[in-house]
């Protein structure tokens, strides 16, 4: 069964759905942005079935996010690697990290978020610091956290002719 | 067929899937992020069908992203109203429609970014400003933009005993 296809709708959110709906995607894309390269590598980490990756990451290749280089002639062998469409996606996969850890690691079990993280196995950390790194999604203009009671849709206005 | 279960893997962007995986779920709390609280207009406004928008809204109200409240007696009526786990899933979407806006509206097809997003139909924009609003992804310590060749995951260290 095909489900709704989303990826010809007006809206962003829309179109990034239809992507990220393919169920496995971002768990590919998050060994992609780990390093991964390799099918059988992205297979043994993350336990999918053969033919599930090889839809997603052939769908990731036609869409943009990885290319598939030849590493080795004989026999022929190829890899996956992010490109930069794919590398921007990452923002994506930590604003997600970031609300799956305040919400989905829920110690006490009452619903509340967890402002200490404590039952979530990893982390983020800065490559070069070491620090922590801590996802917000903010306004770039004005730097102030994104907050649903401040954001609305409108139509975007056409440009007048040059 | 029931696909695979991510929601009690050890990564919080796994178990994000597991609930935005359920395909029309980001498209629901879309609605829900702009107000909308009535089964019959998440209907009509998604063209859902009857029975994936109820298993949806199901999920949801179990998850706790939302909470059914009833706001009519006769004949008996509820509605559906964003809990604070629900609302802040909203800077996910917005990371969502950023990524979206910049890469999937590829005005002349050459596969690159387009950072006028003209072909966007909509815009968001902060309710007392009029602003347009550009979500972006930081470090909350730092401020600096989330960058994937600079952040890694790391196993939590145990606490020491107190």
């Avoid at 997600?96 to 979530?120: E, I, Q």
């Amino acid at each position: 069964m095909r489900r709704t296809r989303f990826d010809t709708a007006p809206c962003p959110i829309a179109r990034t759905t239809d992507l990220i709906g393919d169920w496995w995607t971002p768990l590919v894309l998050r060994e992609a942005c780990s390093g991964v390269r390799r099918f059988d590598d992205f297979q043994q980490r993350l336990d999918i079935p053969r033919a599930s990756l090889t839809a997603r990451l052939d769908r990731l290749v036609d869409d943009g996010l990885l290319r598939r280089e030849q590493y080795q002639d004989h026999p022929v062998r190829h890899e996956y690697r992010l490109t930069r469409k794919g590398a921007e996606f990452y923002p994506v996969l930590a604003a997600m990290w970031r609300w799956g850890s305040d919400w989905l690691f829920d110690a006490d079990g009452d619903g509340s978020a967890d402002p200490t993280r404590a039952g979530v196995p990893f982390q983020l950390v800065d490559v070069g610091s070491g620090a922590e790194v801590r996802p917000l999604v903010v306004d770039e203009t004005t730097g102030d956290p994104i907050d649903v009671r401040r954001v609305r849709l409108r139509r975007r206005s056409p440009r007048p002719a040059p």
